[in-house]
């Protein structure tokens, strides 16, 4: 059984930089993608950035391209997602992802194992 715990959500000035982390334990199924999510009250889940896990392609929603990067460390299964250049309204909860062969990988629907997400505020 996978499971995802978030980490580095955090309060920072707009213009700064977080990291956020997702410690992996288990093994995901050959074509998993792992995936940054993120969620305001009352709002759907927006895909922010993915990988797959073979061949590790990424993709990023368009309101973080280049200013956001998402990689991963094998050596201790863990997944980033390095936040630069913030702005007041990437203010959400961020959740870490994983989901088999999905057909739209910045589509939450795809994935069915999440975390428990972490906070992060971006003051003006």
């Known amino acids: 059984l996978v499971r995802l715990v978030e980490s580095g959500g955090g309060s920072v000035q707009a213009g700064g930089s977080l990291r956020l982390s997702c410690a992996v334990s288990?093994?995901?199924?050959?074509?998993?993608?792992i995936g940054w999510f993120r969620q305001l009250p009352g709002k759907g889940r927006e895909g922010v950035a993915t990988f797959n896990t073979v061949g590790s392609r990424t993709q990023y929603g368009d309101s973080v391209r280049g200013r956001f990067t998402i990689s991963r460390d094998s050596a201790t299964n863990t997944v980033f997602l390095h936040m630069n250049s913030l702005k007041p309204e990437d203010t959400a909860m961020y959740y870490c992802a994983t989901g088999v062969r999905p057909l739209i990988p910045l589509d939450s629907r795809w994935y069915n194992i999440w975390g428990q997400g972490t906070q992060v505020t971006v003051s003006s």
């Open positions: 288990g093994s995901t199924d050959s074509g998993a993608y």
